[in-house]
């Protein structure tokens, strides 16, 4: 198969450049790889999504391999974006976020008296609070944000592309964060690109 020139730029990109330049002009600005078809459609797809969590469409980033056209998570570093690929979108919320931390808090001595997975899930969502994120698939299911915010990602969407493909959700507190969260990971990874890339 020939090797995309854009994505090899891309790839190379990711190892060699400043981890922050590289979540400021490649993770969270590069053309989307997903929609390279049909790029009216990504704007159309931010615009439904943010209409049904009442955000501002420029709070919604797509990200991971539906933007590179490759991943970047350790166990498939560089595997090209397929049909099997999730979508990995990030939403900016101060308001939200902070509302969804005041729950925690005001039902946190509850947690200790759940079940494993709720206790784990409670657990990892305030590893998660010290960088600025919340993750559906470690919020506890007690909550608003559960119960209201993150299965409004779960259903159709108007674009085919969207259609097949599942939707992960980080929301952030800022795009400060967001910078600093993805930054730190690249800069954990960039050693193993170079090897890859054999540079």
């Given at each position: 198969?020939?090797?995309?020139?854009?994505?090899?730029?891309?790839?190379?990109?990711?190892?060699?450049?400043?981890?922050?330049?590289?979540?400021?002009?490649?993770?969270?600005?590069s053309?989307?790889?997903?929609?390279?078809?049909?790029?009216?459609?990504?704007?159309?797809?931010?615009?439904?999504?943010?209409?049904?969590?009442?955000?501002?469409?420029?709070?919604?980033?797509?990200?991971?391999?539906?933007?590179?056209?490759?991943?970047?998570?350790?166990?498939?570093?560089?595997?090209?974006?397929?049909?099997?690929?999730?979508?990995?979108?990030?939403?900016?919320?101060s308001?939200?976020?902070?509302?969804?931390?005041?729950?925690?808090?005001?039902?946190?001595?509850?947690?200790?008296?759940?079940?494993?997975?709720?206790?784990?899930?409670?657990k990892?969502?305030?590893?998660?609070?010290?960088?600025?994120?919340?993750?559906?698939?470690?919020?506890p299911?007690?909550?608003?944000?559960?119960?209201?915010?993150?299965?409004?990602?779960?259903?159709?969407?108007?674009?085919?592309?969207?259609?097949?493909?599942?939707?992960?959700?980080?929301?952030?507190?800022?795009?400060?964060?967001?910078?600093?969260?993805?930054?730190?990971?690249?800069?954990?990874?960039?050693?193993?690109?170079?090897?890859?890339?054999?540079?």
């Amino acid at each position: 198969m020939p090797v995309d020139p854009e994505i090899q730029e891309r790839k190379v990109a990711v190892a060699t450049l400043d981890p922050m330049t590289v979540v400021s002009d490649i993770i969270l600005s590069s053309e989307p790889y997903a929609f390279r078809d049909h790029p009216e459609d990504y704007e159309g797809f931010r615009t439904e999504l943010a209409l049904r969590l009442n955000v501002d469409s420029e709070a919604i980033s797509l990200i991971g391999s539906a933007r590179l056209g490759f991943s970047l998570n350790k166990t498939k570093l560089f595997s090209p974006f397929s049909d099997q690929s999730d979508f990995d979108i990030v939403i900016v919320a101060s308001e939200i976020f902070d509302e969804a931390w005041i729950e925690l808090l005001s039902k946190q001595h509850r947690f200790p008296l759940a079940g494993e997975d709720e206790k784990s899930r409670f657990k990892r969502t305030r590893e998660n609070i010290f960088f600025g994120y919340f993750r559906p698939d470690h919020f506890p299911v007690d909550t608003e944000l559960s119960k209201a915010w993150f299965p409004k990602l779960a259903t159709r969407f108007t674009s085919p592309i969207v259609q097949m493909h599942p939707i992960q959700a980080w929301l952030f507190k800022s795009w400060e964060h967001t910078r600093f969260f993805y930054s730190s990971y690249v800069d954990s990874i960039q050693a193993y690109t170079k090897k890859l890339l054999n540079i």
